[in-house]
């Protein structure tokens, strides 16, 4: 499934344009609202993932925590969880993290909106663009984790 290879690989899709530095409030926990796939390899229409939910916590010391769930048909959620390191450069966002193949890297684009708190991140898949594209909320001190 595409969906779970664009979760392995990363960001990549302009997003519009970012300060050189993220305001603070940047830094912060949000809640999954939204991902939508692009795999253009077979001529798909773009697919919105249902049931997409969790958090993604970013903090000013460049480490981040990601709990994502995802509703896949019939077989219940399924749960990624993954901890590592993330920089940001212009609109450009760069995750880097281990897991049970090693190191890696999420390449992707972000935009970050302060009025709303509205985050978005396209992550590169594969092949070449395609990409995942994730809706995020920042959420009220009271719900963070």
């Not at 960001?11 to 926990?29: C, I, K, M, S």
């Not at 709303?116 to 995020?136: A, C, Q, T, V």
Request: glycine content about 12%; hydrophobic content about 30%; charged content about 20%.
């Amino acid at each position: 499934m595409l969906f779970l290879r664009l979760l392995a690989l990363g960001p990549l899709a302009a997003l519009g344009g970012q300060p050189a530095r993220p305001p603070v409030a940047f830094y912060t926990t949000y809640s999954y609202v939204g991902y939508t796939v692009y795999d253009f390899t077979e001529g798909q229409s773009p697919t919105q993932v249902p049931g997409v939910g969790g958090t993604l916590t970013l903090r000013a010391d460049g480490s981040y925590t990601k709990r994502l769930s995802l509703l896949l048909g019939d077989s219940g959620p399924r749960y990624f969880s993954q901890q590592g390191r993330f920089t940001t450069q212009g609109d450009s966002i760069f995750f880097r993290f281990s897991d049970k193949n090693g190191p890696d890297v999420q390449r992707g684009t972000f935009r970050y909106e302060p009025a709303s708190k509205k985050l978005s991140i396209s992550l590169m898949g594969y092949p070449r663009g395609n990409h995942g594209d994730y809706e995020l909320l920042a959420l009220p001190a009271a719900r963070r984790p």
